[in-house]
C-alpha cells in the first residue's frame, strides 16, 4: 500500500471510462484483436483488486478520497471493504473475459469499438457504483450504469424491439433512479452525511425515524426496479434485444444486482425491522416464483436464462430480507455462483446461436460432437446451477436452507418456496445443459462447429471456477464470504461452509429433494410449458402491454398538453401575456396596502390636498389634452390617415412633455423619432391594401377593452404608490455631483450616456445596427409574393373540409 | 411629394440639417443635443432629401453605404474606449486633451469620439432604413 | 400634478394594450409605438417631475446652482426611444412582408409555424 493508494483506487474505479474513450481508436489500430487489448484493462483491475483480499479479510477497509466540489463539503469517496471487493472482482473479472468474447462475438462488425467503448463505460460505471462512499457518486454512477445499458441494449437500434427494449430499461430503472437521488438526499438532511461508511452507527436512530417508512420506500422504489422485482420484473428479459455478450454482462452478474448490491450495504442502516422482512421476503418470493415459472415458459435459450435471472434475484432479496447470518452468507456465496454460472451460460446460448443461427432449444440437439468445448462449459455452470456438491450452487443452497432451519411455520412456507424456486431453476439448469448438446443432431440454419477460442476462454474459466472455488472452501469462506457478510450485517459472521455431505442433517435431505424435484421439472418440461402458455393465453394481458399503454397515454397527454397550450392562435397568447401583467401590477398594489395612499386617512389635512385640483399651468393642461386627444384619435380612427396623425400627435404630445419637465434632449429624439415614424409608416401603409378598422366581435372587444382597463388602471396605481414613497437620489446625485468635475461635462444626460455608461450605450447602438441589417435583409431579400399564400389558403380548405364533415 | 416648390427647397432644407445636426452632435457634451440627437437629424435630412429627388441621387450624393457607415459608428465608438488600453486603465475610460490653439482651448476627447460613432451608428442605420423604403419603385 | 401624468401613463398603457390585443398586424405596429411611450412616460414619471430645469451644468460652475431635473432616467429614456424606433421599424417592415408573403395582416390566417392540424406524436418506440 504506498502512498499512491488514493489515485489508484480511483483508476480503478475510472480507469475504464478512459478506457472506453479509447476503445474506438484502439479497434481501429487493433482490428480483431480489440478484445484481446481492451480485456488487459478489466483484467488488471481485476489483479489489483486480488491484492486487497488479504488485508480486507483482516477486517480492515480501505478509503480513497478525491475533492469534488468542496464548496459543498463533495468528495469523490471510494472506500473497499468485504462487500464491495466482492461486488468489484466479480465485475471487473467478468469484465475481463466478456470484453475477449465480445471482440470475437461482434468481430467484423462496423461499429464494434464503439460497443467495447460502451461495455467498458458501463464497467466503469458498475465498479464506480460498489467502490462510491459518497451516496450522491453512488447515485451518479448508478443512473450511469442504466445510461451505458440503455446505448447496449439499443445498440442494434436499426430493429424497433430493441429500441423498445433500450427505452423499457431506461424508463423502469430512471423510475427508481429518482427514488434513489430523493432517498440519498433524504438521509443527508437526517444524519447530516452523505458518506456511506458515516452511516455506521447510525441504523438504529434511523429505524426509529418517523420516516424510516419513506426512505425505505426510496431505497426499496430503486433497489426493486434495478433488480427486476416483480411487478417491475418485465424490462429484464426485453433487455435481451442487447447483443449477448450485454446479456451476459449485465443481466446476469453486474448491473441487475446493482439493486441487490444496494439492498445489502443498506442492511446495517435499514435493515432488520419487520417492514424490511415482509417486504423484501414477500416480493423476493413472488419474483422467485414467477421468474422460474416463466424461464419454463420460454424456448428461446437467451430468454430462458433471463427468466431464471429474475428468479435469482427474487432469491437474493428474499435472503437479505431474512437478513441472519446464514442468509446473508448465502446471499454472497449464491451472488458469486449466479454470476459464475449465469454469464457463464449466456455466452454458452450466444457461442450457440454464432455458430447455428438459432437459440430455440426446441431445434436444437446433440450439439455435443460439433461444440465440446461450449458442451464442457455449459455442463460445468449447469452443475453449479443445479448445486450439485463440490460447487458453488451446492455451497450456496446449503446456506439458504439452513438460513431458514428453526420450527416456525413461516421458515417451513418459505422454505418450500425456496425447494420449489430451486427445483425449477434446476430442472431449467438440466435443460439448457442437455437438451442441446445430446441426442441426436438436428439441422440448424448454420452448420455448427466450435466456436472460437476468445468465445471459449469465457463459459471454461467461470465453469471452473465455479467448481475450484467451492473446493478451496475454508480459504473461500475465510477470505471472501465472512469479510463481506460482515460488512452487511456489520458485526463478525461464524462460516460454517462445508463441501462435506451430512446424511444426518435435514439441510441433505432437502437438497436431495431439490434435486429430485428438478429432475422431474426436466422430464416434464413440455407438459408443464403448454399448461403456462395455456394460463397465459387465458389471462390475456401481460404488465410488459400495460407498459406500453401508459408509454402511448403519456404521449398522447403531452400533446394534447402541448395543442392546448400550443394552440397557434396570437391573440390568445397575448390576452395570457397581458392578464399577466394586470396580475402582476394589480396584486401587489391592492394586495399589499398600495391603494392606502389613495384612500383617506385620519389626517384630514393631508387627504384635503389631494383633493385639490392640481397644480398645473394652462399649457401644461393644454399638453395633457393633446395627449389623451391625440389617443382618442388612435382608438376612434376611421381611416389609416388619421391613424397615422394619431399615433404623430400623441408622440408629439410625449415630446411636449419632455419639454416642459426639463429634459430637452428627450423631447427633441422624440420629435425627431415621431416625424420619421410617421414618415416610414405612410411609405408603407399607403403600400397595402388593407382593412383600417376594427373587426373585433363584442366579446372580443369586451374582453380586449376590459383587460386593457385594469392593465391602465394598474400601472396608473402603481406608479402613484411609487411616487408616494420617497425617492434614493444618490445615484442620480453621484452624476450630478461629477459630471463636471470627474466627465468634464456641462450636459448631464450625455455624460451619462456617452461616459459613466458608456458600455451599455455601446450595446444599443449595436442593437440600433443589428435592426437596421435585419430591417435590409428582409427588404433586400426578395421573396415572390404569396409564395407561402397557397399552402395556407390549401390548409384553410382542408380545415373547413374538417368542419363540413 | 414632387411640387416644385418642395424640390427647389428640399436641398436648402437638407443642408442646413446636416450642418445643424453635427452642430448639436458636437455640442451634446455641454448643451442639450449628443449623438443620438444629431444622428436622427441628419437622418431626417437624407429622408426628405430621398423624397425630393430620388433615392438613386442620395445615394449618389452620399457615396457610401449608409450601412458601412453605421458599421463604422460602431467601430470607432468601440476604439475610442480601447484608448484607455494605452494608460492601463478599464474598458472605456475617458481620455481628455486640451489644445490649446492660441485664443480658445480645443478639448478633444475619447467620449466625443464615443458620441460620434453613436450619430454615425443611428445617422447610418435610420438612412438606410428610410431609402430602402423608399425606393425601388414602391416595391420593396 | 404627479398623478395627472400617473393617470396620463394609465392611458397610454391602456391604449397600447388594447391595440396590441388586436388580430391586426398594423394595429399591434400602432399600439407597440403606444405602449412603448407610455413605459418611457413611467420611467419619466418615476423619477419625479421637475419643471424646466433642464439637468445642466451651468458653464463656469462645477454643480448646478439649484435644484435640477433628474438625469438618469432621461439617460435611460433616450436609448430607449432610439431602440424603440429601432424595432418599430423593423417590426412594420416584418409584416410588411408578412403580409406580402401570406396575403394577410390577419394573426388568425398566420398559421404558417404552428398549423391548426398539426401531427400528433407518433406512437411507436
Not at chain 1, 231 to 247: G, Q
Not at chain 1, 586 to 606: A, F, N, R, S, Y
Not at chain 1, 703 to 711: E, K, M, S
Request: glycine content about 10%; some cysteine.
Amino acid at each position: 500500500m504506498g502512498p499512491s493508494l488514493d489515485a489508484s483506487i480511483a483508476l480503478a474505479a475510472l480507469g475504464p471510462f478512459l478506457a472506453a474513450a479509447l476503445a474506438p481508436v484502439v479497434h481501429r489500430f487493433a482490428g480483431r484483436y480489440a478484445g484481446w487489448v481492451l480485456a488487459v484493462v478489466p483484467a488488471s483491475i481485476f489483479i489489483f483488486l486480488l491484492g486487497f483480499i488479504e488485508p480486507i479479510a483482516s477486517r480492515r477497509f480501505v478509503q480513497a478520497s478525491l475533492e469534488w466540489v468542496p464548496s459543498y463539503g463533495l468528495n469523490l469517496s471510494f472506500f473497499i471493504d468485504g462487500l464491495s471487493l466482492t461486488f468489484a472482482l466479480t465485475i471487473s473479472g467478468i469484465g475481463a473475459l466478456i470484453i475477449l468474447y465480445a471482440g470475437s462475438y461482434l468481430a467484423g462488425h462496423p461499429h464494434q469499438g464503439r460497443f467495447l467503448g460502451f461495455m467498458l463505460a458501463f464497467m466503469g460505471a458498475m465498479l464506480g457504483l460498489v467502490l462510491a462512499d459518497n451516496m450522491l457518486a453512488l447515485f451518479m454512477f448508478w443512473e450511469l450504469t442504466s445510461v451505458t445499458s440503455f446505448l447496449l441494449i439499443g445498440f442494434d437500434h436499426a430493429r424497433q424491439a430493441a429500441r423498445r427494449g433500450a427505452i423499457q430499461a431506461l424508463v423502469i430503472t430512471n423510475i427508481g433512479g429518482m427514488g434513489l437521488l430523493l432517498g440519498v438526499i433524504l438521509v443527508q438532511q437526517l444524519t447530516g452525511t452523505w458518506e456511506i461508511s458515516g452511516l455506521r452507527g447510525l441504523g438504529d436512530g434511523m429505524r426509529e425515524h418517523g420516516l424510516y417508512p419513506l426512505v425505505l420506500i426510496l431505497f426499496l422504489m430503486a433497489a426493486f426496479t434495478k433488480s427486476a422485482q416483480f411487478p417491475l420484473h418485465f424490462w429484464l428479459p426485453n433487455a435481451m434485444e442487447a447483443p449477448t455478450p450485454v446479456s451476459a454482462f449485465l443481466h446476469s452478474a453486474t448491473m441487475v444486482q446493482g439493486g441487490v448490491y444496494l439492498l445489502s450495504r443498506m442492511t446495517p442502516f435499514l435493515g432488520g425491522t419487520d417492514m424490511w422482512t415482509v417486504t423484501l421476503v414477500s416480493f423476493g418470493g413472488v419474483t422467485l416464483i414467477w421468474g422460474a415459472l416463466g424461464s419454463i415458459r420460454q424456448t428461446d435459450l437467451k430468454q430462458m436464462l433471463a427468466q431464471t435471472t429474475i428468479a435469482s434475484l427474487g432469491l437474493l432479496v428474499l435472503l437479505i430480507g431474512l437478513g441472519n447470518e446464514a442468509a446473508i452468507a448465502a446471499v454472497v456465496v449464491y451472488f458469486i455462483a449466479h454470476a459464475l454460472y449465469k454469464a457463464g451460460l449466456f455466452m454458452v446460448a450466444g457461442a450457440i446461436d454464432h455458430e447455428t443461427g438459432t437459440r430455440d432449444i426446441t431445434l436444437l440437439s446433440g450439439l455435443s460432437d460439433k461444440m465440446p468445448l461450449t458442451f464442457i462449459g455449459a455442463a460445468l455452470a449447469a452443475l453449479s446451477m443445479v448445486g450439485l456438491p463440490l460447487t458453488l450452487g451446492y455451497l450456496g443452497k446449503e446456506e439458504m436452507y439452513l438460513a431458514l432451519a428453526d420450527a416456525d411455520w413461516r421458515s417451513w412456507l418459505l422454505l418450500a418456496v425456496l425447494v420449489i424456486g430451486n427445483a425449477l431453476l434446476a430442472g431449467v439448469a438440466m435443460a439448457l445443459a442437455i437438451k442441446p448438446f445430446l441426442g441426436p443432431l438436428a439441422t440448424t440454419p448454420k452448420s455448427p462447429h466450435e466456436a472460437p477460442i476468445a468465445m471459449l476462454i469465457g463459459p471454461l474459466v467461470l465453469g471452473g471456477l465455479g467448481i475450484g472455488v467451492a473446493v478451496m472452501t475454508d480459504w473461500f469462506a475465510h477470505d471472501i464470504v465472512v469479510p463481506a457478510a460482515s460488512t452487511v450485517l456489520d458485526v463478525a459472521v461464524e462460516s460454517h461452509l462445508s463441501l462435506a455431505l451430512k446424511p444426518t442433517s435435514i439441510l441433505f435431505w432437502l437438497s436431495v429433494l431439490t434435486w429430485v424435484l428438478g429432475v422431474l421439472v426436466f422430464l416434464q418440461m413440455a407438459a408443464i410449458r403448454t399448461t403456462l402458455r395455456r394460463l397465459d393465453a387465458a389471462i390475456g394481458w401481460t404488465l410488459d402491454q400495460g407498459f406500453d399503454s401508459v408509454m402511448f397515454g403519456l404521449i398522447r397527454f403531452s400533446g394534447a398538453v402541448t395543442r392546448f397550450f400550443h394552440h397557434g392562435k396570437l391573440e390568445l397568447y397575448l390576452v395570457v401575456v397581458f392578464a399577466g401583467l394586470a396580475l402582476a401590477v394589480m396584486v401587489p398594489v391592492l394586495g399589499m396596502g398600495g391603494m392606502d395612499v389613495l384612500l383617506p386617512t385620519h389626517e384630514l389635512g393631508d387627504w384635503s390636498a389631494k383633493l385639490s385640483w392640481p397644480d398645473l399651468r394652462i399649457y401644461e393642461w393644454g399638453v395633457i389634452a393633446l395627449a389623451v386627444l391625440g389617443l382618442g384619435a388612435l382608438l376612434t380612427a376611421s381611416s389609416r390617415l388619421v391613424a397615422i396623425l394619431a399615433l404623430g400627435v400623441q408622440g408629439t404630445a410625449v415630446a411636449l412633455i419632455f419639454l416642459l419637465f426639463g429634459a430637452p434632449d428627450l423631447a427633441f429624439t422624440q420629435f425627431m423619432v415621431e416625424i420619421l415614424s410617421v414618415v416610414i409608416l405612410t411609405l408603407v401603409m399607403t403600400r397595402l391594401r388593407l382593412d383600417e378598422r376594427d373587426h373585433r366581435q363584442f366579446e372580443d372587444w369586451a374582453r380586449d377593452g376590459t383587460l386593457a382597463i385594469v392593465c391602465g388602471a394598474g400601472v396608473s396605481l402603481l406608479l402613484m404608490v411609487v411616487l408616494s414613497g420617497t425617492l434614493d437620489p444618490r445615484m442620480s446625485d453621484f452624476f450630478t455631483a461629477t459630471s463636471v468635475p470627474i466627465a468634464h461635462g456641462h450636459n448631464i444626460v450625455n455624460v451619462i450616456l456617452v461616459d459613466y455608461r458608456g458600455f451599455d450605450t455601446l450595446g444599443e447602438i449595436s442593437v440600433v445596427m443589428a435592426a437596421g441589417i435585419a430591417i435590409l435583409a428582409l427588404i433586400r431579400g426578395k421573396k415572390k409574393p404569396g409564395t407561402l399564400a397557397p399552402d395556407v389558403a390549401k390548409r384553410q380548405r382542408k380545415s373547413a373540409l374538417k368542419a363540413a364533415k | 411629394m414632387n411640387t416644385v416648390i418642395f424640390r427647389t427647397i428640399a436641398p436648402l432644407i437638407v443642408s442646413i440639417m446636416l450642418v445643424f445636426s453635427v452642430y448639436v452632435c458636437l455640442r451634446g457634451h455641454n448643451e442639450p443635443g449628443g449623438g443620438f440627437i444629431g444622428g436622427l437629424i441628419a437622418a431626417s435630412a437624407i429622408a426628405i432629401f430621398g423624397m425630393s429627388s430620388g433615392v438613386e441621387r442620395v445615394r449618389a450624393a452620399i457615396r457610401v453605404d449608409p450601412l458601412s457607415i453605421a458599421g463604422f459608428g460602431v467601430f470607432i465608438a468601440g476604439l475610442s474606449g480601447l484608448m484607455s488600453l494605452f494608460t492601463g486603465s478599464p474598458f472605456l475610460t475617458s481620455i481628455w486633451l486640451y489644445l490649446d490653439l492660441g485664443e480658445t482651448v480645443l478639448p478633444l476627447s475619447t467620449p466625443m469620439i464615443f458620441d460620434i460613432g453613436v450619430y454615425l451608428v443611428v445617422f447610418g442605420t435610420i438612412s438606410a432604413i428610410a431609402l430602402a423604403l423608399e425606393g425601388e419603385g414602391g416595391d420593396i | 400634478m404627479d398623478f395627472v401624468l400617473a393617470i396620463v401613463v394609465g392611458l397610454f398603457i391602456a391604449t397600447g394594450s388594447y391595440f396590441l390585443l388586436s388580430r391586426s398586424l398594423i394595429r399591434m405596429l400602432l399600439g407597440l409605438t403606444v405602449f412603448g411611450n407610455g413605459v418611457n412616460l413611467l420611467i419619466f414619471t418615476a423619477g419625479r417631475l421637475t419643471r424646466e430645469v433642464a439637468p445642466i451644468v451651468p458653464t463656469g460652475l462645477d454643480q448646478p446652482d439649484g435644484p435640477i431635473a433628474n438625469p438618469l432616467p432621461q439617460a435611460l429614456i433616450l436609448t430607449a426611444i432610439v431602440i424603440g424606433f429601432a424595432m418599430f421599424s423593423f417590426l412594420l417592415v416584418l409584416a410588411y412582408r408578412a403580409y406580402q408573403s401570406l396575403d394577410a395582416d390577419n394573426t388568425d390566417t398566420m398559421r404558417v409555424a404552428e398549423p391548426e392540424d398539426s401531427p400528433r406524436p407518433p406512437l411507436s418506440y
